[in-house]
């Protein structure tokens, strides 16, 4: 098999630790191969073990990244939306759209 899983995980673990995530697209290419022939092959029980181990360690960093990921997303939005003008809501809390007027009311 020309593909290491433990290696392919380590390096993934590596990946995310530091933050370079350049390679984690190539990374799981190569950790989809592997899951291909190894569903073809017979692994013995301390290499899978080694994978369970190694995926299990993974799990969280990928979570916390997926997790950063969506929460850049989100402020890169909110910071889009001030930037496109005032937004208003009624004393309900729903949006109410500004009407092109420049005058503001204050809540006594």
Not at 6 to 20: C, E, H, N, P, Y
Not at 39 to 68: F, T, Y
Not at 89 to 96: I, L, P, T
């Amino acid at each position: 098999m020309s593909v290491n899983p433990t290696m392919s995980l380590q390096k993934i673990r590596a990946a995310l630790l530091s933050g370079d995530f350049s390679d984690l697209a190539d990374l799981a290419m190569e950790t989809e191969i592997f899951a291909g022939h190894l569903a073809r092959s017979r692994p013995d029980q301390h290499l899978l073990r080694d994978i369970k181990d190694l995926a299990r360690r993974n799990l969280p960093l990928l979570e916390a990244a997926r997790k950063g990921f969506a929460d850049a997303i989100e402020r890169r939005r909110q910071i889009e939306d001030v930037a496109r003008g005032l937004k208003t809501y009624n004393q309900s809390g729903k949006f109410r759209p500004h009407g092109g007027t420049t005058r503001l009311e204050q809540k006594i």
